[in-house]
């Protein structure tokens, strides 16, 4: 079928294998390229492990070669992962350079890898071959994009903080996706010794980086097959000037480049962007569905959820928050005001697991405060929140947002998926109906498939209400729901919080809109200066002389609008 | 780790689905075509279709400075074939861009696609060594005319060289040089990471074993270094009679432009990198008593040498060089080969440039056993007052 | 020894011109301009060019080629950065687009210039030897020394005491906030690219005259060397590029002197892979440009 063509066809697979180990660690938003080195470190290992025989008569030997090199790669890329995770951006993405070269320059001074001059294998990587591993890898990567996992890769390249706040586990999912990228990595490598019979270390250099990334970015993350279309792209581009009778020679790059330029210019998301359309867009469930099953009853009202004893936080000398004792019940609405700098945001950030105290203890929903370990772990006991500056994905969709909520109420379905058993269906329509529920609360149904840039400010803020409410949470925060509403939203959004607590949801919000907060908490603190100045019955605290002259010379308390600033 | 576990799981299933990918042996393709064989036989063999010969050159990236001597070179010597008569070439010229995948592609599209009769290429051994051996299975004869290193004939019967390996290049300079400048102590600096350069490193070291040359200072260097003072310190601090270099020319000018500066006054001797013009324009005075063993010179008398060079200054508007010399020499040789039997059949320019034997060229008498070695007396030139002169 | 660390400071002074402009644009505008290699190499050939066909002096080269190069930055931050200007995948996109732009830029080179490497008409440049307590110094070195000293300090002034350089902290601080009190963010960063392009340029030529000849490998060679000095210095720092420079060509030095030079390349590597994993922010990461 593809006769004079094949080895120029098996060059796209292995440059879209190469571009598969980008593609996983770009979809969780991690700049690494170290793939380089992972790749390197796996071929040479792979030449002392395969055989130099066909196995069983005519089989392949590298199928020995495969998982090896995976496992090399993963081992390498979790080790050089505990250092370099803790990077970002440029600095993750030089620091894991750094580790390529060493490898690189390791191999070349080696004695088993001879050196400058390589090693010569059997070519045993054939067309087919190599194209069965390519196939393998789009399976993985599409069974895994409206997956969990997938959606958790999605959400920590969006936002860290949201998506931790979530019950993602970022450290975890970043390793993840830095694990993988190193198993695929080492399959190239041992892909790459084997179809070309040959690897010198050179082989394994920073152009091969840069062009693995090329591929991988011009391929586009909004499909699983975007490596292999950048893969293609870039594969073609030559021969077709070659068959469009281009002269050889610095004609080609510069083509190569202004296409790639192009590309890279007229079409965000690349490649992929034109098969984006092809997605299906997920129907809203039947309106006569069941409400989703599964989920824990929340505690009996006048449970106690949460107790702070004492709970301080100094940023160095600056001392935000001092010696807060609070509890917090089952099925109240607790509101939290204060002027600016009070605290008050320090000590939500502390209940949701953001920030650790630097001084008392205190346990929400039985995790410890002081413990480290992140944010996700509030959300899986039941602490969800949103933020005073709105942190949606925004390159997700407006019901992707808020499947990611459902994220700590939700189980991994991602091997299920693969194997394509029934339960994994039946989680994720569960995480559909669950997600479709809360924009329906809130009132964003008909606008689910939109990018949140796509909506107003009040409906950004509902929508991470939604999402928030997605993770069906025992303790609900709201920073400033209602900065930037209109008197009417915020009149909605009063009644949303108050039928809430009906349902059992306990409501910790941070509100400056002081007539709402008084007309929906059951329960009101005042911060000032760090420190709880009064607490009790909204309308009794009110009144508090002390609140009065917290607020005093910045507004009247009774006339309600203050500030949002 | 829940991925790494599935990707295990999916690699399993992936070694069963590749039981379907069995590894197969594809023959050598042995038809001849009827219409490539021609009447007459030497110089008054006429072949009435038109003979399409490969070559796949490193014409951008790294390895570009010689890939585009040897496009030239070699531009020209079809150019005189074709206006000689009796055969008509066809050059089908690709470039790798000093990439492995880029010439395994090549070599793909010029077997499998062109189907040309014989393939003159690649720039670089390392890329050799991967495509000689698609070449081999597939009967194709293919003929290097830069791939010095050690192993390349061996990959199999229809590969064939016409470029004297580095070490019967070193072995001649080395020996000349010792006798020039009474060497007892050297220093040797190479670069560690150029697979070139390395196997020549190799070849040095035996070769100074051999004649009893002290090596006091053996240092080394990356590709893309671009400071070597620290390497040459060590040279300076001992007293050494010439020092020996295996470097690409890219590390070749700054290296002996940084050794003069530094005061290091001992003889340089190389090997075939060494041997282009360019160096001694780049070089000027620091290039003065550079030793430099090599397969070509402008300076030698041999049969056609003067014109050639002519010939090329008129064509490309510079002089050329060794890779533009071999190049050039190569197309000549598979010339001769094809009409030994007046035949352009891949077989038969196979079996007839394995028999090879003195053929007058630029190079001297050049002649090519079965096993497709060449054997070529290789030529020693220092640098006096700018210009290259046999020693 | 003192020959070796001497040779480890100029090695460094080149590294630290180059390196600069990466530092440069990063700091004020968050970009990692991968076409800097690029206009590092033309700045060679440029130089070259005019050096050949005019045979001007080389003090006024040096303002022709920096005039050339801050086009060519000027270029660049239009072609590949600024319409992807307010893109959710900006910075990846950005990396793609100035490796693109680069290729060009190379592509180009090859077809003004050929593949043979270029050099500086000899006796363009006097070759001195200067010899100072048992150090041997070429003039060229001394130059190079000399004028990287001379546009650091330069270019230290220009940030902390102009008009611009205040606004280039501004943007550095926060662009939105800049834009906010009158700064004109368009001007300045087409102002950063310009003088992180110009000292590139300038340091290819330096280069090539150091090395005798440019080849279009140029800048890729230095390229990861960049990187290096970058980070060790701390992203953004003008003293800390400086000062990481000169330490990584005395580390080089000192791992040829003291061990094999086998290992040499291996140093800056691990050097930097030890700095961010233990000092993230850089040897000097505390000193930003917004603070020079």
């Known amino acids: 079928m593809f006769a004079g063509y094949e080895t120029l066809i098996t060059t796209i697979a292995l440059g879209a294998i190469l571009a598969y180990s980008f593609h996983v660690v770009l979809m969780a938003g991690q700049l690494s390229l170290g793939q380089a080195g992972f790749a390197s470190l796996a071929a040479y290992v792979a030449t ?113 903080l949201a998506a931790s706040s979530m019950g993602v586990n970022v450290v975890r999912t970043r390793m993840l996706s830095f694990t993988a990228s190193g198993a695929i990595a080492g399959v190239y490598g041992v892909m790459f010794a084997y179809f070309y019979g040959r690897i010198t270390p050179a082989t394994f250099d920073f152009g091969l980086t840069v062009d693995g990334l090329i591929t991988a970015v011009l391929g586009g993350y909004l499909v699983f097959f975007g490596p292999i279309l950048g893969s293609g792209f870039l594969t073609a581009v030559p021969e077709i000037q070659d068959a469009v009778g281009l002269e050889a020679g610095w004609i080609h790059p510069l083509v190569t480049g202004l296409l790639l330029l192009a590309v890279i210019l007229f079409l965000p998301g690349g490649l992929s962007t034109i098969f984006n359309r092809l997605r299906r867009v997920p129907a809203a469930p039947d309106p006569g569905r069941t409400p989703p099953d599964g989920l824990d009853p929340l505690p009996d009202r006048g449970t106690e959820i949460a107790r702070l004893r004492g709970l301080g936080k100094a940023y160095g000398a600056v001392q935000a928050v001092r010696d807060i004792d609070l509890e917090i019940r089952s099925g109240e609405v607790l509101g939290v005001i204060g002027p600016n700098g009070a605290g008050k945001t320090t000590l939500v950030n502390m209940i949701s697991g ?63 998926r693969l194997l394509w058993l029934p339960s994994a269906r039946r989680d994720e329509r569960r995480a559909l109906a669950l997600a479709w529920a809360q924009l329906e609360r809130v009132g964003l149904a008909d606008r689910a498939n939109l990018r949140p840039g796509a909506l107003s400010y009040g409906d950004q803020r509902r929508l991470e209400i939604a999402r928030a409410l997605a993770a069906h949470p025992t303790l609900l925060i709201l920073d400033e729901p209602a900065a930037g509403m209109n008197h009417v939203e915020a009149a909605e959004l009063s009644g949303l919080i108050r039928g809430l607590a009906e349902d059992g949801v306990t409501v910790l919000f941070i509100e400056h809109n002081v007539k709402m907060v008084l007309d929906t908490c059951t329960r009101l603190v005042v911060l000032n200066f760090g420190e709880v100045i009064a607490e009790g019955d909204p309308s009794e605290v009110a009144a508090d002389p002390a609140v009065v002259e917290a607020y005093l010379g910045t507004e009247d308390i009774e006339d309600g609008e203050v500030e949002h600033v | 780790m829940r991925l790494k576990t599935s990707s295990g799981a999916a690699l399993a299933a992936a070694a069963l689905l590749a039981t379907a990918a069995c590894v197969s042996e594809t023959g050598a393709d042995t038809t001849s075509d009827s219409a490539l064989s021609g009447a007459g036989a030497g110089e008054e063999c006429t072949i009435d279709e038109t003979v399409k010969l490969g070559a796949v050159f490193s014409l951008t990236e790294a390895a570009a400075f010689a890939g585009e001597y040897q496009k030239q070179g070699l531009e020209l010597a079809v150019e005189e074939l074709n206006a000689a008569g009796g055969i008509q070439y066809e050059l089908i010229l690709e470039d790798d861009g000093t990439t492995l995948d880029g010439s395994t592609v090549a070599f ?214 060794q890779f533009a010399a071999q190049a050039y020499t190569g197309a000549y040789l598979i010339d001769q080969a094809i009409r030994a039997d007046c035949d352009a059949n891949r077989e038969s320019i196979k079996d007839n440039l394995g028999q090879i034997l003195e053929f007058d060229s630029i190079l001297g008498p050049i002649s090519i056993d079965e096993g497709g070695e060449v054997t070529q007396t290789p030529v020693v030139q220092i640098i006096r007052d700018g210009a290259f002169t046999i020693l | 020894m003192a020959q070796q660390l001497a040779n480890g400071v100029f090695a460094g002074s080149i590294y630290t011109l180059f390196a600069i402009g990466f530092t440069l644009v990063f700091g004020i505008l968050r970009h990692l301009n991968l076409a800097h290699p690029a206009i590092f190499t033309a700045g060679a050939f ?101 004028l990287a000293l001379v546009l650091m300090l330069g270019l230290a002034w220009l940030v902390s005491a102009t008009p611009l350089g205040r606004a280039m902290r501004a943007v550095a601080e926060n662009p939105t906030a800049a834009t906010v009190v009158g700064v004109n963010v368009g001007r ?41 000095v970058i980070i060790l210095g701390g992203l953004g720092s003008l003293w800390g590029a400086m000062a990481a420079g000169v330490i990584l060509g005395l580390a080089e030095a000192l791992t040829i002197h003291l061990f094999d030079s086998t290992w040499k390349s291996l140093v800056a590597f691990a050097l930097l892979f030890a700095v961010l994993v233990l000092r993230p922010r850089g040897l000097f990461g505390h000193v930003k440009v917004r603070e020079v």
């Open chain 1, 48 to 160: 002392l492990v395969v055989p130099t025989e066909p196995l069983f008569g005519s089989l392949s030997p590298v199928i020995v070669g495969l998982p090896v090199g995976a496992a090399v790669g993963a081992a390498a890329a979790f080790l050089v992962g505990m250092p370099v995770l803790r990077l970002r951006g440029v600095f993750l993405a030089i620091g894991t350079i750094a580790f390529g070269e060493m490898v690189r320059v390791f191999m070349n001074n080696a004695e088993w890898t001879n050196g400058a001059l390589g090693m010569r294998v059997e070519k045993w990587v054939t067309f087919d071959f190599a194209w069965i591993v390519v196939a393998v890898l789009a399976y993985l990567f599409w069974r895994l994009g409206p997956s969990r996992t997938g959606r958790a890769f999605a959400a920590v390249r969006e936002d860290e």
């Open chain 1, 354 to 416: 953001l920030e650790a105290p630097t001084s008392g203890e205190g346990e929400v929903l039985g995790v410890r405060l002081a413990a480290t370990g992140g944010a996700h772990r509030f959300a899986q006991a039941g602490v969800s929140r949103t933020f005073q500056h709105s942190k949606l994905f925004d390159r997700l969709t407006v019901l992707d947002n808020v499947l990611v909520g459902t994220h700590a109420v939700s189980k991994s379905t991602y091997l299920r």
């Open chain 3, 46 to 146: 440029v130089g070259i060019e005019v050096a050949t066909r005019t045979e001007i002096p080389v003090w006024i080269l040096f303002p022709v080629i920096a005039a050339f190069g801050a086009l060519a930055g000027v270029l660049v931050e239009r072609i590949a950065f600024r319409p992807l200007r307010g893109r959710d995948d900006e910075h990846f996109a950005g990396l793609i687009s100035s490796v693109a732009l680069g290729g060009v830029v190379i592509a180009l080179l090859q077809a003004r210039y050929g593949t043979e490497p270029q050099s500086f008409p000899q006796e363009y440049f006097p070759n001195q030897l200067f010899e100072f307590a048992g150090i041997r110094v070429t003039l060229t070195q001394l130059v190079t020394l000399g």
């Open chain 2, 108 to 321: 793909e599209k010029l077997i499998n696609r062109d189907e040309v009769s014989a393939i003159i290429g690649p720039t670089l051994s390392g890329m050799a060594f991967s495509t000689y051996t698609d070449a081999q299975s597939a009967g194709v004869p293919a003929l290097g005319v830069s791939t010095t290193a050690e192993g390349i004939p061996e990959i199999g019967d229809y590969i064939f060289r016409a470029s004297v390996p580095e070490q019967v290049a070193l072995a001649a300079s080395i020996p000349a040089a010792k006798a020039t400048l009474d060497m007892q102590k050297v220093a040797v600096l190479h670069d560690s990471a150029d697979e070139f350069t390395a196997s020549a490193y190799n070849t040095i070291t035996d070769e100074l074993r051999d004649q009893n040359i002290e090596i006091v200072v053996d240092e080394s260097f990356g590709t893309t270094d671009t400071d070597f003072s620290a390497q040459l310190g060590k040279v300076l601090e001992e007293e050494v009679d010439a020092v020996i270099l295996s470097a690409l020319p890219g590390a070749t000018v700054p290296l002996v432009k940084q050794a003069r500066d530094l005061g290091i006054t001992a003889p340089i001797v190389g090997g075939n990198a060494f041997n282009s013009p360019v160096l001694v324009g780049a070089l000027g005075d620091a290039a003065e008593g550079l030793i430099v063993g090599g397969a070509w010179s402008a300076a030698s008398e041999t049969t056609g040498n003067a014109e050639f060079i002519s010939a090329f200054t008129a064509k490309y508007d510079r002089e050329p060089d």
């Open chain 3, 188 to 228: 300045v960063t087409a102002g950063t690219y310009a003088l992180s392009s110009g000292l590139g340029a300038i340091a290819g030529a330096l280069l090539a005259l150091n090395l005798g000849q440019a080849g279009r490998e140029l800048g890729a060679s230095i390229e990861l060397i960049g990187f290096a």
